[in-house]
């Protein structure tokens, strides 16, 4: 299942970037694959660079990181972030914003490629059908950052919050 995922940038953070499209597969029960494309003037974006060994790392969000929050049946759910740097993070939630703990998942990784694409891959121990926010933080070299959304609810920014839980991937067989 292959499904493409438009995103776009919060109204109260303008971006250089022109769009952001992310190519969402599920390859198997637990296995997540995401593509990131993002289009425009990548020169103006602060780009963290390759890692030498890309690692478990806190805080990725606070410069250009590409996201995805993916729900099971219930209220948990978890958070997945991965830098261009090859660097990543995933952390469970029991609920809205509670119960954040560090998330054992098997084999997560991204790599930036030129020409602005970032491919992720983590495999998650999660049956049954999925719902995802999709989400990505763009910094500019001049320190303004955008926050980018399939779906933005009302008010400030909140990748957590359900407003954004807009993709639905079916239970595989």
């Known amino acids: 299942m292959l499904l493409r995922v438009p995103l776009v940038p919060h109204p109260d953070f303008p971006s250089a970037i022109d769009r952001i499209e992310v190519k969402v597969t599920r390859f198997a029960p637990h296995l997540l694959g995401l593509r990131y494309f993002v289009f425009g003037p990548l020169k103006?974006?602060?780009?963290?660079?390759?890692?030498e060994?890309?690692?478990?790392?806190?805080?990725l969000w606070?410069?250009?990181c590409f996201?995805?929050?993916?729900r099971g049946e219930g209220e948990s759910y978890?958070?997945?972030?991965?830098?261009?740097?090859?660097?990543?993070?995933?952390?469970?939630?029991?609920?809205?914003?509670?119960?954040m703990a560090d998330a054992k998942v098997t084999n997560?990784?991204?790599v930036w490629k030129d020409g602005g694409v970032l491919a992720a891959?983590?495999?998650?121990p999660l049956d049954g059908p999925w719902r995802l926010a999709i989400t990505a933080v763009i910094e500019e070299k001049r320190g303004r950052k955008s926050y980018w959304s399939a779906a933005?609810?009302?008010?400030?920014?909140?990748?957590?919050?359900?407003?954004?839980?807009?993709?639905d991937l079916p239970a595989l067989g």
Not at 53 to 59: A, F, L
Not at 78 to 99: C, H, I
Not at 121 to 124: D, G, N, P, Q, Y
């Open 108 to 110: 997560p990784h991204a």
């Open 44 to 51: 103006k974006l602060v780009i963290p660079p390759a890692a």
């Open 121 to 124: 891959e983590v495999e998650l």
């Open 152 to 167: 933005h609810g009302e008010g400030a920014p909140d990748f957590h919050a359900d407003a954004g839980f807009v993709v």
């Open 62 to 64: 606070k410069t250009t």
């Open 78 to 99: 978890y958070e997945l972030n991965f830098a261009p740097s090859g660097d990543w993070a995933a952390y469970g939630f029991t609920g809205y914003r509670q119960g």
């Open 53 to 59: 060994q890309p690692e478990r790392r806190d805080e």
């Open 67 to 70: 996201e995805a929050f993916v």
